[in-house]
């Protein structure tokens, strides 16, 4: 198993400019959330989705997007990019459950100018 | 705003002390996950307590689980070089929301 990918890597925007983080897991986890870290910060919830066609909001959903139209993908989308978006974006994937572990992707660090 | 705030922030050791970290919340939580990250990685899970439990092992890592105090703790025993990284905890809340603390940031010295 892959387990949880996360693409690209690295991004830079300019303030205004729209973009997709892509988030795939081959686990068949239904649960899957997106974090963000900013330096020195824990990770606080963007967006979650407890199933395909199920999503709900976190601790800072403003200015983002998602979308859940299967089990393996979740992606997050920057409307209109904001300095204030400038983190690390961590994507993770569990089964059902309250006793399950999370599994994390390697993130996206994404600038924006 | 976020449920587990880790005491202290940042804590330096020798090499093969012990290292405790700390985590308070504030609501009732049903488990507590401690997580580690190496710089410029992503999150790997350490280890899970259940509200109904008190103490758990795994390994060199010893975890409290206190419900009356709303804390939990984590012991790294003969800390290594490779244990040098951010330390968080997560509590879950309702809904599968896991809420994490801002981390303690552990070094360990050679």
């Known amino acids: 198993n892959a387990g949880v990918t996360q693409t690209p890597k690295f991004q830079v925007l300019k303030t205004g400019q729209s973009m997709t983080l892509q988030c795939a897991q081959d686990?068949?986890?239904?649960?899957m959330s997106w974090y963000r870290q900013d330096p020195g910060m824990g990770l606080r919830l963007i967006h979650y989705?407890?199933?395909?066609?199920?999503?709900d909001q976190g601790e800072v959903p403003n200015g983002y997007n998602v979308s859940r139209s299967t089990t393996e993908d979740f992606p997050l989308r920057l409307l209109s990019a904001a300095p204030s978006q400038t983190s690390v974006y961590f994507c993770a994937s569990r089964r059902s459950g309250d006793t399950d572990t999370q599994y994390f992707g390697p993130g996206t660090r994404l600038t924006v100018l | 705003s976020q449920q587990g705030e880790e005491d202290p922030q940042a804590l330096s050791i020798q090499e093969g002390e012990n290292a405790t970290m700390n985590c308070s919340y504030k609501t009732s939580i049903n488990n507590l996950q401690w997580y580690r990250q190496n710089s410029g990685r992503g999150l790997v899970h350490l280890i899970l307590i259940r509200s109904n439990e008190r103490e758990k092992h795994s390994g060199r890592l010893r975890v409290t689980l206190d419900t009356s105090k709303k804390s939990s703790s984590l012991l790294i025993t003969a800390s290594r070089a490779a244990d040098t990284a951010s330390y968080f905890c997560a509590t879950e809340e309702g809904a599968q929301k896991l809420v994490f603390g801002q981390g303690t940031r552990l070094t360990i010295n050679p």
């Open positions: 989705s407890v199933g395909a066609g199920i999503t």
């Open positions: 686990m068949n986890h239904e649960y």
